[in-house]
């Protein structure tokens, strides 16, 4: 059996988003956010259900899952695999402005219901050696949690090193599914709970169309084609600050500092750029 990459934009908004089997959702929001007793989600609604590109490589109709649950409370999840300039911003004003929404000018506040941001990140971003981390509005010197209605989870993949047959909780297996998927062959025996057995199944390959594996090659491909610009821009960034550091005269090792790479590495930069000139 073969399972597609979660990550995957067109994978990730397949299994989370899907309107015909919102128990994946509720098991994976339950799990993350710690929500048990009169907390627990029982039902959710799409507000923008997932549509799958009609055509290979089209955009697809959504940014991310919101979705709703039979208390009116509003849930965000985002799939982000690179960090970006502003992202703490982008994350608190897209939260902010989904909650705003919710109510037209003259409207009571009181109808506001809470909303939860859960982003699946791809790369390290707080200081904190926690994968999981939640944050909520606090009184700066009690600590009073009073302003309640706005919250962010985050789950930081590049920090989870569990093994599969470590996991224990549903959230490690609920985050292992995130990141391991497509690297398993069977799914697992541990997975004893209804909605990530399902995410499993909704992520094996021969259950897809042609047609959604090939906009999710296309999406794949595009992921790798901008990776591959990225590190393109990086790298002749680097280069162009050694070539630089080399005409004021500057050593290997300063310049090994300054760009904060191994003298080897700098060396071969060196190297290529002299060829280069020859």
Request: proline share 2%; hydrophobic share 40%; glycine share 4%.
């Amino acid at each position: 059996m073969v399972f597609v990459d979660v990550k995957n934009d067109v994978a990730f908004r397949k299994i989370f988003g899907n309107e015909k089997k919102t128990v994946i959702i509720i098991s994976f929001l339950n799990a993350i956010l710690k929500l048990e007793g009169e907390r627990k989600i029982e039902s959710v609604s799409f507000v923008n259900p997932y549509q799958f590109p009609r055509i290979a490589g089209e955009k697809a109709s959504i940014i991310d899952v919101l979705a709703k649950d039979e208390r009116g409370r509003q849930f965000v999840v985002e799939m982000q695999m690179t960090s970006m300039e502003g992202f703490d911003k982008r994350v608190q004003y897209y939260t902010c402005k989904e909650y705003s929404t919710q109510i037209e000018t003259g409207d009571d506040y009181e109808i506001l219901k809470p909303t939860y941001f859960v982003g699946i990140l791809d790369f390290p971003y707080f200081d904190s050696p926690e994968y999981l981390s939640n944050h909520i509005i606090l009184n700066g010197k009690t600590y009073e949690h009073a302003l309640k209605d706005i919250s962010f989870a985050f789950i930081e993949l590049k920090k989870f090193h569990l093994t599969k047959e470590a996991l224990k909780t549903l959230v490690e297996k609920w985050i292992f599914f995130i990141k391991h998927a497509d690297e398993l062959e069977v799914i697992p025996e541990h997975v004893d709970d209804e909605g990530l057995h399902q995410a499993y199944k909704d992520a094996a390959a021969h259950n897809w169309t042609r047609d959604e594996l090939r906009s999710y090659d296309k999406f794949l491909m595009a992921e790798q084609d901008a990776r591959g610009r990225l590190a393109f821009a990086i790298n002749e960034s680097i280069r162009k600050v050694v070539k630089r550091c080399l005409t004021k005269g500057m050593s290997v090792e300063l310049i090994a500092e300054r760009v904060d790479l191994s003298l080897d590495e700098v060396q071969q930069i060196i190297n290529k750029i002299k060829d280069k000139e020859k």
